[in-house]
């Protein structure tokens, strides 16, 4: 950054830094809470290329700085992912007209991936409104617990792949008794009553999120060409159920009840990350949403307010690409901060969600980075409308929308309320 550059973002910093405060609920220990203790830092400009030029229009932004933004977070953060394989298949395995009392259709899709041992098959749940005129603009969402989970439909077919133990789940294999357990989480019946179409995908049939050496779920379908060397730029879990992700769009785009041109890529937590990471690396994506995102996703990592680099990277070395490690207490070092992430999805509609009680996840520091990506937004003529984050419950839906509800670490219907007003005025 240019001086005068590094002074008119450290002043806009001052005005962010010292606003509302959060009430403390448990979390780990030893991290910090305390937004007094926040330590000065400062930003990398979104708008300043890597040879110190200035981006001053929208065009330049498309063509010279957001491929250098999105290949430093390939190399730095995520790793880099492949394209679209060769070897995929799209099988129907389920069809049904009377869905949810009448009100959709269900269809079960299988992503067919790769060949051999190393195969892999997808599960995407597909609702679709039947009240729909056309091809319905949607929702594509990641789950943590398997398609069933989500609602209590007994059609839902029931992974096959690892699932995280509890909820009906043992010895990390799913059974009908996790049916519906994460049904709060998916507004399914709203949406579809809005009009959209709802799609989810179970992360683990994609990656199971554990550290095996990336030797399950998508990661062998395209090996390093000397496998005992990975590079510390590959990709690792996140950037994997990103990609996963872009190849349940590949299929919606299949599908000529879905318009694939509208569709929302939204997850919760780790997952939000992802959906972050799939929204900018595949700009397919009309309107991307963040749930509770936190560190590696929405949240500011300068400020290291809750989950740091660190942490992250200790507790889940599997997430992020070995490049990342660098930044374990050296934040300030990374050429970019998650502000230049959500920027990646300029200048389609972005939402970040952040909840009052879900400190490790700084919802202020999620704040701050929607903040920090207006100016590149600003470049196709979008405001924020906002400059110091709104208080809790007062959502703001500009092409950046933001709140930050009462209550945990979750997904609750009042955030489904405000995607799916937001998604009415971007999508519709
Ligand atoms: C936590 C992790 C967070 C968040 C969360 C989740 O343990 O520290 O970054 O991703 O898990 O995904 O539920």
Redesign the pocket.
């Known amino acids: 950054m240019k001086p005068v550059q590094m002074q008119s973002f450290g002043c806009f910093l001052l005005i962010v830094l010292f606003t509302s405060s959060f009430s403390v609920t448990a979390q780990p220990k030893g991290y910090l809470y305390d937004e007094s203790k926040v330590t000065p830092y400062e930003l990398p400009d979104p708008l300043v290329c890597v040879d110190g030029t200035k981006v001053t229009d929208s065009s330049a932004w498309l063509k010279k700085r957001r491929p250098e933004v999105l290949s430093l977070f390939e190399d730095e953060v995520f790793g880099c992912s492949p394209g679209k394989p060769k070897a995929m298949r799209f099988e129907v395995v389920e069809e049904a007209k009377e869905a949810l009392g009448g009100r959709a259709t269900r269809k079960q899709v299988v992503i067919h991936l790769g060949k051999g041992k190393k195969a892999l098959a997808v599960n995407l749940l597909v609702y679709l409104p039947r009240k729909a005129k056309g091809p319905a603009a949607g929702f594509l969402t990641i789950n943590f617990m398997g398609n069933h989970s989500v609602h209590a439909d007994p059609a839902i077919r029931i992974p096959t792949s690892w699932v995280r133990n509890g909820n009906g789940v043992k010895n990390n294999k799913a059974t009908s008794e996790g049916r519906g357990s994460r049904a709060s989480r998916w507004a399914i019946d709203a949406i579809i009553d809005r009009g959209y179409a709802f799609a989810t995908v179970y992360y683990g049939d994609i990656d199971p999120d554990f550290n095996d050496g990336y030797e399950n779920g998508v990661h062998p379908l395209f090996p390093p060409k000397d496998p005992t060397k990975r590079k510390p730029t590959d990709w690792a879990s996140i950037a994997g159920w990103a990609w996963g992700l872009s190849r349940c769009l590949d299929y919606l785009e299949t599908d000529s009840a879905v318009d694939a041109k509208r569709i929302a890529v939204m997850g919760h937590?780790?997952?939000g990350?992802t959906s972050l990471w799939a929204g900018a690396s595949d700009e397919r994506f009309a309107l991307v949403i963040s749930n509770n995102s936190?560190?590696?996703g929405a949240a500011l990592s300068r400020r290291k307010f809750g989950?740091t680099v660190k942490r992250?990277n200790t507790?889940?070395p599997h997430w992020f690409c070995e490049n990342y490690k660098k930044y374990n207490d050296k934040e300030g070092e990374c050429p970019v901060d998650q502000h230049m992430l959500i920027a990646l999805s300029a200048p389609r509609p972005v939402y970040v969600a952040s909840a009052e009680g879900d400190r490790?996840?700084d919802p202020k520091g999620e704040f701050l980075a929607a903040l920090g990506a207006e100016p590149v937004y600003q470049l196709f003529g979008h405001e924020f409308g906002v400059v110091t984050q709104p208080p809790v419950d007062q959502p703001v839906h500009g092409r950046i929308g933001y709140h930050v509800r009462t209550g945990k670490h979750d997904v609750t219907s009042y955030d489904w309320g405000q995607y799916l007003d937001f998604a009415d005025k971007h999508l519709k």
């Open positions: 937590s780790r997952l990350k936190g560190c590696g989950e992250i507790s889940f490790w996840a």
